[in-house]
């Protein structure tokens, strides 16, 4: 079903088919669940070792989508390992793009069970000139509420399971022909300095990522792992509202980068904005950005501020947020508020940003202001809901509508 509400700038000419059997994917499998794998399939233990390197370079190198395609694999264990498992990837239910370049998978997951259909999310790629960023799902839905994010209103589903959060990257190089040997779909992204499609990843997707701490953890060592996507942990950022117990062991357990999505610059505004500050407030949280592992002037902790017109982004505010974060290695991005149906925040006007900037850059901060990207098609931070959300608020929305035309 195409969803009218959002602009379709190009159609998904590729349909993944859903999954059929009860085959699982190796797609997105850590090290160890591939060994697991390989000793249920019947693999002798003195080859494991040599397989397990043969599937890990053909999945996370090579991009294989079928066993055949593993050409120094014996043919009868191809047979072997596809009467066992497949090399699918989610179902995209759809691909949107928008003016800007930016691409949006809609995602359906294999279901898990009898009475499930599978469930949805969102990842979004952002080309720019000197990267490209992919911005993934680490649950669906979310618990948090935040009351300006869009994704808040849809309830929380469950966690991603590890693969699955990988499994968006995969999904993405798939579509983007990133990778060797692979000519690109038309259309596609292609960055003119040879470098990576896919170089940067941001856990700023669908849910709190620190909710979802042991499948993260996993999906980073997949990511990072040299002999497969060689991602830089430098490059895998992972975005919390404020989940204070986890970010010390994100840092030390993960070496990723660490995003804060702040917004506010005292208690009584972020528990309205960021419901979980009621939980873990502004002061604790800033205590564990301090003390986060491997933090420094080249590993800079970036605090996330929406910008909402007449709610947080007075000078004043200003002034204050540079103050608070004094002696934290840091950078404050500055987020022009995106809208979506039914919000009841406006974004700042743009000389008000441009002022407010200026005040956190005299201060000694670097503070960029976000380039809002993807709006067209509610792709931009803040604008992530799965279609399933989407389709039954506007049927629920439309039957309101008839039955109060029908009591006129």
Not at 25 to 50: C, H, I, N, Q, W
Not at 165 to 187: E, N, T
Request: a neutral charge.
């Amino acid at each position: 079903m195409i969803d009218p509400a959002l602009p379709q700038t190009e159609p998904a000419p590729v349909r993944a088919e859903p999954r059929q059997g009860a085959r699982p994917t190796l797609v997105g499998l850590s090290r160890d669940r591939l060994t697991a794998f390989l000793e249920e399939a019947g693999v002798p233990e003195k080859e494991r070792r040599m397989r397990l390197s043969q599937l890990w370079h053909w999945i996370y190198v090579r991009g294989a989508a079928e066993f055949g395609d593993m050409t120094n694999v014996a043919r009868q264990l191809q047979a072997q390992l596809a009467e066992h498992a497949s090399l699918d990837r989610p179902e995209i239910v759809r691909e949107q793009v928008s003016a800007d370049g930016t691409r949006k998978w809609v995602l359906r997951m294999p279901p898990r069970g009898l009475g499930d259909r599978g469930a949805e999310v969102e990842c979004v790629y952002i080309p720019e000139r000197d990267r490209g960023t992919l911005c993934v799902s680490s649950q669906v839905g979310c618990t948090l509420n935040c009351s300006f994010c869009h994704t808040g209103t849809q309830r929380l589903v469950r966690n991603l399971e590890a693969w699955e959060i990988v499994a968006q990257v995969m999904v993405a190089r798939d579509r983007l022909g990133d990778y060797p040997g692979k000519s690109p779909p038309q259309g596609a992204f292609v960055p003119h300095d040879g470098g990576r499609f896919v170089s940067n990843i941001v856990f700023m997707g669908m849910g709190e990522p620190l909710y979802n701490y042991a499948n993260v953890r996993e999906a980073i060592g997949i990511l990072t792992d040299p002999q497969g996507l060689q991602l830089s942990r430098r490059k895998v950022t992972v975005s919390t509202s404020g989940v204070v117990p986890d970010i010390g062991p994100l840092g030390a357990e993960t070496s990723a980068m660490l995003a804060i999505s702040l917004h506010a610059t005292n208690d009584g505004l972020r528990d309205e904005l960021v419901p979980i500050n009621r939980k873990y407030p502004i002061a604790e949280l800033l205590e564990a950005c301090r003390t986060y592992p491997g933090v420094s002037n080249a590993r800079r902790i970036t605090f996330e501020y929406v910008m909402l017109k007449g709610v947080n982004d007075s000078l004043s505010e200003a002034r204050v947020l540079v103050r608070m974060l004094r002696g934290i290695h840091a950078k404050i991005n500055l987020i022009p508020f995106n809208p979506w149906p039914g919000t009841q925040y406006e974004c700042s006007d743009w000389a008000q940003i441009e002022r407010f900037s200026e005040v956190i850059f005299d201060a000694g901060y670097a503070s960029p202001i976000r380039t809002p990207r993807g709006r067209d098609i509610l792709a931009a931070c803040g604008q992530l809901k799965s279609d399933t959300e989407k389709m039954r608020a506007r049927a629920r929305l439309m039957l309101e509508e008839q039955l109060a035309l029908g009591t006129e």
